[in-house]
């Protein structure tokens, strides 16, 4: 694509985030976190929020447990007039460690992928911006058959 366009937020999963056993996060929460990432990336491309639709992949990798600090991104990867297609990431770099002590946590040497995911955000007919001409428009293409 001819445009670089990413957005990555980082926080730390607190009890609230927490709905099992032994302080599991729920996958959802992470999902609802790549729902924040492709907001900002239809804001950049397009100046709306946009709707993400849904999902074409989702692969939970690892556990996420509160006190985890995640950090999700998204990489606009494909486009059509409507359409916009994100390849999300998330990866735990501080994990809790509860096991030392209530307030213990240790910065991972390399952060852990814990879910990788594919969505499609739908823009307004009225807030789509025309995508800026030259390169892309082919891989864009193949990725959306039919815009």
Not at 79 to 107: N, P
Not at 114 to 130: L, N
Not at 133 to 140: D, M, Q
Request: glycine fraction near 12%; hydrophobic fraction near 40%; aromatic fraction near 6%.
């Amino acid at each position: 694509m001819s445009e670089a366009v990413s957005a990555t937020l980082r926080m730390r999963m607190g009890q609230k985030d927490a709905r099992y056993g032994g302080n599991l996060v729920d996958g959802a929460c992470i999902l609802q976190l790549f729902g924040d990432v492709v907001t900002e990336i239809t804001i950049q491309t397009d100046g709306d929020e946009g709707l993400l639709t849904g999902y074409s992949e989702v692969e939970f990798k690892a556990p996420v447990f509160a006190g985890d600090y995640v950090e999700v991104t998204g990489r606009l990867v494909g486009r059509s007039r409507l359409r916009r297609i994100v390849e999300f990431t998330a990866r735990k770099y501080i994990a809790a460690r509860y096991d030392l002590g209530g307030t213990r946590a240790e910065v991972l040497d390399e952060p852990l992928v814990v879910c990788r995911a594919v969505g499609t955000a739908v823009i307004p007919p009225a807030a789509a911006r025309r995508r800026s001409s030259g390169a892309g428009k082919a891989a864009v293409a193949h990725v959306l058959e039919g815009e």
